[in-house]
Protein backbone atom coordinates (compact mmCIF):
# COMPACT_ATOMS: atom_id res chain seq x y z
CA UNK A 1 0.00 0.00 0.00
CA UNK A 2 1.21 3.64 -0.72
CA UNK A 3 1.65 5.63 2.38
CA UNK A 4 -1.70 7.93 2.77
CA UNK A 5 -3.52 9.53 5.64
CA UNK A 6 -6.19 6.60 6.03
CA UNK A 7 -3.61 3.87 5.49
CA UNK A 8 -1.93 5.02 8.05
CA UNK A 9 -4.34 5.26 10.61
CA UNK A 10 -5.89 2.11 9.74
CA UNK A 11 -2.30 0.51 10.49
CA UNK A 12 -2.56 2.31 13.80
CA UNK A 13 -5.51 0.54 14.83
CA UNK A 14 -4.54 -2.61 13.80
CA UNK A 15 -1.33 -2.39 16.00
CA UNK A 16 -3.29 -1.62 18.74
CA UNK A 17 -5.43 -4.71 18.29
CA UNK A 18 -2.44 -6.88 18.08
CA UNK A 19 -0.94 -5.14 21.37
CA UNK A 20 -4.42 -6.42 23.02
CA UNK A 21 -3.71 -9.90 21.17
CA UNK A 22 -0.57 -10.31 23.35
CA UNK A 23 -1.96 -9.80 26.27
CA UNK A 24 -5.78 -11.62 25.41
CA UNK A 25 -6.02 -15.16 23.98
CA UNK A 26 -8.79 -14.14 21.37
CA UNK A 27 -11.04 -16.98 20.66
CA UNK A 28 -14.42 -17.26 20.59
CA UNK A 29 -15.36 -16.90 23.95
CA UNK A 30 -13.58 -14.44 24.56
CA UNK A 31 -14.90 -11.97 22.66
CA UNK A 32 -17.17 -10.49 25.01
CA UNK A 33 -14.29 -9.05 26.84
CA UNK A 34 -14.61 -5.21 26.59
CA UNK A 35 -12.66 -2.11 28.57
CA UNK A 36 -12.61 1.80 28.22
CA UNK A 37 -9.79 1.33 26.03
CA UNK A 38 -11.52 -0.77 23.52
CA UNK A 39 -14.37 1.57 23.91
CA UNK A 40 -12.06 4.23 22.64
CA UNK A 41 -10.69 1.62 19.90
CA UNK A 42 -14.20 1.52 18.87
CA UNK A 43 -15.18 5.21 19.10
CA UNK A 44 -11.67 6.09 16.88
CA UNK A 45 -12.31 3.32 14.28
CA UNK A 46 -15.76 4.44 13.90
CA UNK A 47 -15.03 8.18 13.60
CA UNK A 48 -11.68 7.15 10.72
CA UNK A 49 -14.85 5.26 8.81
CA UNK A 50 -17.48 8.34 8.66
CA UNK A 51 -14.03 10.18 7.36
CA UNK A 52 -13.29 8.01 4.46
CA UNK A 53 -16.99 6.59 3.73
CA UNK A 54 -17.24 10.65 3.06
CA UNK A 55 -14.14 10.67 0.49
CA UNK A 56 -15.56 8.11 -1.29
CA UNK A 57 -18.83 9.40 -1.36
CA UNK A 58 -17.84 12.29 -3.12
CA UNK A 59 -15.25 10.87 -5.59
CA UNK A 60 -18.10 8.30 -6.68
CA UNK A 61 -20.09 11.51 -7.71
CA UNK A 62 -21.87 11.62 -4.47
CA UNK A 63 -24.38 15.23 -4.60
CA UNK A 64 -24.83 15.98 -1.23
CA UNK A 65 -23.46 19.23 0.62
CA UNK A 66 -20.97 18.30 2.61
CA UNK A 67 -22.47 19.40 5.78
CA UNK A 68 -24.37 18.20 8.71
CA UNK A 69 -27.34 16.79 6.82
CA UNK A 70 -24.85 14.29 4.84
CA UNK A 71 -24.81 11.35 6.64
CA UNK A 72 -21.94 8.61 6.44
CA UNK A 73 -24.06 5.70 6.71
CA UNK A 74 -27.60 6.52 4.75
CA UNK A 75 -25.30 8.78 2.22
CA UNK A 76 -22.74 7.79 1.95
CA UNK A 77 -22.15 4.08 2.50
CA UNK A 78 -25.64 4.16 0.69
CA UNK A 79 -23.99 5.05 -2.12
CA UNK A 80 -20.94 2.61 -2.32
CA UNK A 81 -23.25 -0.25 -1.54
CA UNK A 82 -25.14 0.54 -4.32
CA UNK A 83 -22.04 1.01 -6.43
CA UNK A 84 -20.02 -2.16 -4.92
CA UNK A 85 -22.53 -4.36 -2.76
CA UNK A 86 -20.27 -3.69 -0.02
CA UNK A 87 -23.13 -5.71 2.23
CA UNK A 88 -21.38 -8.60 0.97
CA UNK A 89 -18.16 -8.47 0.32
CA UNK A 90 -16.32 -10.93 3.03
CA UNK A 91 -13.09 -10.10 5.27
CA UNK A 92 -11.25 -12.63 6.76
CA UNK A 93 -9.37 -12.87 10.14
CA UNK A 94 -6.37 -14.71 8.93
CA UNK A 95 -3.68 -13.78 11.50
CA UNK A 96 -2.14 -16.96 13.46
CA UNK A 97 -2.51 -15.12 16.89
CA UNK A 98 -6.24 -15.27 17.21
CA UNK A 99 -7.78 -18.55 18.20
CA UNK A 100 -11.44 -18.28 16.36
CA UNK A 101 -12.77 -21.11 15.00
CA UNK A 102 -16.56 -20.52 14.92
CA UNK A 103 -17.02 -19.43 11.15
CA UNK A 104 -19.53 -16.55 11.97
CA UNK A 105 -16.32 -15.14 13.89
CA UNK A 106 -13.38 -15.59 11.20
CA UNK A 107 -15.28 -15.19 7.96
CA UNK A 108 -16.79 -11.38 8.63
CA UNK A 109 -19.23 -9.68 6.20
CA UNK A 110 -18.70 -5.86 8.41
CA UNK A 111 -20.73 -3.54 6.51
CA UNK A 112 -23.37 -5.59 6.20
CA UNK A 113 -26.45 -2.97 7.40
CA UNK A 114 -23.93 -0.60 7.36
CA UNK A 115 -25.42 1.71 5.08
CA UNK A 116 -28.85 1.98 7.50
CA UNK A 117 -29.45 3.19 10.63
CA UNK A 118 -30.73 2.39 14.55
CA UNK A 119 -31.66 -0.85 15.07
CA UNK A 120 -31.32 -1.90 11.29
CA UNK A 121 -27.79 -1.11 11.64
CA UNK A 122 -24.86 -3.32 11.64
CA UNK A 123 -24.12 -4.16 15.34
CA UNK A 124 -20.60 -2.43 15.46
CA UNK A 125 -22.26 0.50 14.59
CA UNK A 126 -25.20 0.45 17.43
CA UNK A 127 -22.09 -0.32 19.65
CA UNK A 128 -20.56 3.13 18.73
CA UNK A 129 -23.27 4.66 19.12
CA UNK A 130 -24.08 3.61 22.27
CA UNK A 131 -20.76 4.00 23.76
CA UNK A 132 -20.36 7.68 21.94
CA UNK A 133 -23.59 9.06 23.79
CA UNK A 134 -23.22 6.99 27.08
CA UNK A 135 -20.35 4.95 27.76
CA UNK A 136 -20.60 5.00 31.76
CA UNK A 137 -24.20 2.83 30.47
CA UNK A 138 -22.99 1.33 27.10
CA UNK A 139 -19.51 0.19 28.22
CA UNK A 140 -20.30 -2.95 27.87
CA UNK A 141 -20.69 -2.42 23.93
CA UNK A 142 -17.24 -1.26 23.52
CA UNK A 143 -15.69 -5.08 23.45
CA UNK A 144 -13.31 -6.91 21.15
CA UNK A 145 -16.14 -8.18 19.04
CA UNK A 146 -17.40 -4.91 17.99
CA UNK A 147 -13.90 -3.12 17.56
CA UNK A 148 -12.47 -6.01 15.07
CA UNK A 149 -15.81 -6.01 13.02
CA UNK A 150 -15.58 -2.02 12.79
CA UNK A 151 -11.80 -2.65 12.23
CA UNK A 152 -12.74 -4.94 9.27
CA UNK A 153 -14.98 -2.79 8.02
CA UNK A 154 -12.16 0.11 8.04
CA UNK A 155 -10.12 -2.27 6.33
CA UNK A 156 -12.41 -2.80 2.88
CA UNK A 157 -13.03 0.68 2.67
CA UNK A 158 -9.41 1.29 2.63
CA UNK A 159 -8.69 -1.34 0.19
CA UNK A 160 -11.27 0.12 -2.15
CA UNK A 161 -10.02 3.93 -1.39
CA UNK A 162 -6.74 2.22 -2.78
CA UNK A 163 -8.13 1.02 -5.76
CA UNK A 164 -5.18 -0.70 -6.94
CA UNK A 165 -4.87 -2.88 -10.14
CA UNK A 166 -1.93 -5.95 -9.91
CA UNK A 167 -0.14 -7.51 -12.45
CA UNK A 168 -0.62 -11.54 -12.59
CA UNK A 169 1.53 -12.42 -15.33
CA UNK A 170 -0.02 -15.70 -16.44
CA UNK A 171 -1.15 -17.00 -13.09
CA UNK A 172 -5.06 -17.02 -14.13
CA UNK A 173 -5.65 -18.28 -10.64
CA UNK A 174 -4.54 -15.51 -8.60
CA UNK A 175 -2.77 -18.09 -6.70
CA UNK A 176 0.18 -15.82 -6.42
CA UNK A 177 -1.67 -12.69 -5.18
CA UNK A 178 -1.09 -11.43 -1.37
CA UNK A 179 -4.74 -11.25 -0.38
CA UNK A 180 -3.73 -9.58 3.08
CA UNK A 181 -3.21 -6.57 0.91
CA UNK A 182 -1.17 -4.95 3.57
CA UNK A 183 -3.06 -6.17 6.72
CA UNK A 184 -1.19 -8.37 9.50
CA UNK A 185 -5.15 -9.65 10.49
CA UNK A 186 -7.41 -9.24 7.38
CA UNK A 187 -7.67 -10.68 3.89
CA UNK A 188 -10.50 -10.85 1.10
CA UNK A 189 -11.83 -13.22 -0.83
CA UNK A 190 -10.36 -14.03 -4.42
CA UNK A 191 -12.73 -14.73 -7.76
CA UNK A 192 -10.07 -16.63 -9.68
CA UNK A 193 -10.56 -16.54 -13.71
CA UNK A 194 -13.40 -18.88 -14.90
CA UNK A 195 -13.21 -17.91 -18.19
CA UNK A 196 -15.05 -15.70 -20.90
CA UNK A 197 -18.22 -17.04 -22.91
CA UNK A 198 -18.66 -17.27 -26.64
CA UNK A 199 -19.56 -13.82 -26.60
CA UNK A 200 -16.84 -12.34 -24.23
CA UNK A 201 -19.27 -12.64 -21.13
CA UNK A 202 -16.98 -12.87 -17.66
CA UNK A 203 -17.80 -15.80 -16.44
CA UNK A 204 -18.85 -15.27 -12.93
CA UNK A 205 -19.43 -17.81 -9.88
CA UNK A 206 -22.60 -17.77 -7.93
CA UNK A 207 -21.44 -15.61 -5.00
CA UNK A 208 -19.66 -13.49 -7.20
CA UNK A 209 -20.27 -10.41 -4.80
CA UNK A 210 -18.58 -11.57 -2.15
CA UNK A 211 -14.99 -11.38 -3.67
CA UNK A 212 -13.55 -8.09 -3.12
CA UNK A 213 -11.02 -8.73 -5.87
CA UNK A 214 -11.29 -10.53 -8.96
CA UNK A 215 -8.70 -11.87 -11.93
CA UNK A 216 -9.52 -10.79 -15.39
CA UNK A 217 -7.54 -10.89 -18.90
CA UNK A 218 -5.31 -7.86 -19.63
CA UNK A 219 -7.52 -4.99 -21.70
CA UNK A 220 -4.23 -5.75 -24.11
CA UNK A 221 -4.47 -9.60 -23.91
CA UNK A 222 -7.89 -10.24 -23.36
CA UNK A 223 -8.55 -10.00 -27.41
CA UNK A 224 -6.18 -12.71 -27.98
CA UNK A 225 -8.02 -14.60 -25.61
CA UNK A 226 -11.34 -14.41 -26.78
CA UNK A 227 -10.32 -15.16 -30.60
CA UNK A 228 -8.84 -18.45 -29.49
CA UNK A 229 -12.04 -19.11 -27.22
CA UNK A 230 -14.00 -18.69 -30.24
CA UNK A 231 -11.28 -20.69 -32.66
CA UNK A 232 -12.30 -23.96 -29.88
CA UNK A 233 -15.80 -23.13 -30.23
CA UNK A 234 -16.38 -23.19 -33.86
CA UNK A 235 -14.11 -26.34 -34.19
CA UNK A 236 -14.19 -28.09 -31.35
CA UNK A 237 -17.35 -26.92 -29.00
CA UNK A 238 -19.82 -26.96 -31.46
CA UNK A 239 -19.06 -30.24 -33.24
CA UNK A 240 -18.35 -31.72 -29.89
CA UNK A 241 -22.29 -31.13 -28.97
CA UNK A 242 -23.69 -32.47 -32.17
CA UNK A 243 -21.72 -35.27 -31.70
CA UNK A 244 -22.70 -35.90 -28.16
CA UNK A 245 -26.46 -35.53 -29.21
CA UNK A 246 -26.37 -37.91 -31.52
CA UNK A 247 -24.35 -41.00 -29.38
CA UNK A 248 -26.90 -39.91 -26.45
CA UNK A 249 -29.83 -40.40 -29.07
CA UNK A 250 -28.64 -44.09 -30.41
CA UNK A 251 -28.40 -45.10 -26.34
CA UNK A 252 -32.09 -43.00 -25.28
CA UNK A 253 -33.26 -46.62 -25.11
CA UNK A 254 -30.43 -47.33 -22.49
CA UNK A 255 -30.81 -44.67 -20.61
CA UNK A 256 -34.45 -43.14 -20.46
CA UNK A 257 -35.21 -44.91 -17.45
CA UNK A 258 -32.30 -44.11 -15.11
CA UNK A 259 -32.26 -41.15 -12.59
CA UNK A 260 -32.25 -37.77 -14.31
CA UNK A 261 -28.98 -37.25 -12.07
CA UNK A 262 -27.42 -40.57 -14.13
CA UNK A 263 -28.89 -39.21 -17.05
CA UNK A 264 -26.81 -36.05 -16.59
CA UNK A 265 -23.62 -37.54 -15.38
CA UNK A 266 -23.97 -39.53 -19.01
CA UNK A 267 -24.34 -36.45 -21.28
CA UNK A 268 -21.51 -34.81 -19.33
CA UNK A 269 -18.97 -37.89 -19.37
CA UNK A 270 -19.93 -38.42 -23.03
CA UNK A 271 -19.45 -34.67 -24.23
CA UNK A 272 -16.02 -34.75 -21.71
CA UNK A 273 -14.93 -37.55 -24.10
CA UNK A 274 -16.20 -36.45 -27.53
CA UNK A 275 -14.42 -33.34 -26.91
CA UNK A 276 -10.59 -35.32 -25.86
CA UNK A 277 -11.29 -37.19 -28.75
CA UNK A 278 -11.80 -33.79 -31.24
CA UNK A 279 -8.89 -32.13 -29.59
CA UNK A 280 -6.42 -35.10 -29.82
CA UNK A 281 -7.97 -35.03 -33.64
CA UNK A 282 -6.51 -31.29 -34.10
CA UNK A 283 -2.95 -31.03 -36.14
CA UNK A 284 0.23 -30.88 -34.22
CA UNK A 285 0.96 -26.96 -35.90
CA UNK A 286 -2.65 -26.46 -34.89
CA UNK A 287 -2.54 -27.45 -30.85
CA UNK A 288 1.26 -25.82 -30.99
CA UNK A 289 -0.90 -22.32 -32.36
CA UNK A 290 -3.38 -22.65 -29.42
CA UNK A 291 -0.81 -23.21 -26.47
CA UNK A 292 1.14 -19.88 -27.48
CA UNK A 293 -1.93 -17.97 -28.21
CA UNK A 294 -3.19 -19.45 -24.74
CA UNK A 295 0.42 -18.52 -23.02
CA UNK A 296 0.30 -15.68 -24.61
CA UNK A 297 -2.41 -14.00 -22.61
CA UNK A 298 -2.02 -12.31 -19.39
CA UNK A 299 -3.96 -11.41 -16.36
CA UNK A 300 -4.24 -8.93 -13.85
CA UNK A 301 -6.14 -8.76 -10.66
CA UNK A 302 -8.68 -5.52 -10.15
CA UNK A 303 -11.32 -4.65 -7.40
CA UNK A 304 -14.57 -5.95 -8.32
CA UNK A 305 -16.34 -2.99 -8.97
CA UNK A 306 -19.78 -4.85 -10.47
CA UNK A 307 -17.95 -4.23 -13.75
CA UNK A 308 -19.36 -7.46 -14.95
Known amino acids: ?22 IIHIDDGQLDIYSMKIADLLIRTSVEIESISKELYFREGGTKPDDKDLY ?23 SPIFYLKEDDNIYLTPLHKAHKRGTSS ?10 KHNRAKSINKGNLKHFIRSLAALYILNVYYNDYVYYLGQDSKGVSFDANLGSSIFSVDIHPFQGLESDGTYCKLYDYDRYTYLVQPTIETKPILEEVLNKVRIEILEPAKTQTKEVIMNDVTQIIDLPQEDINAKIKDTFTNVK ?19 DS ?11 Y
Open 1 to 22: MNNNLYWNVYKSLERELLKLAE
Open 72 to 94: FDTDCLALLESKWSLSKKVVMIS
Open 122 to 131: ADWQKAYQAV
Open 276 to 294: RRMYSQLSVEDRIKYKQAS
Open 297 to 307: VKYEMVLNLNQ
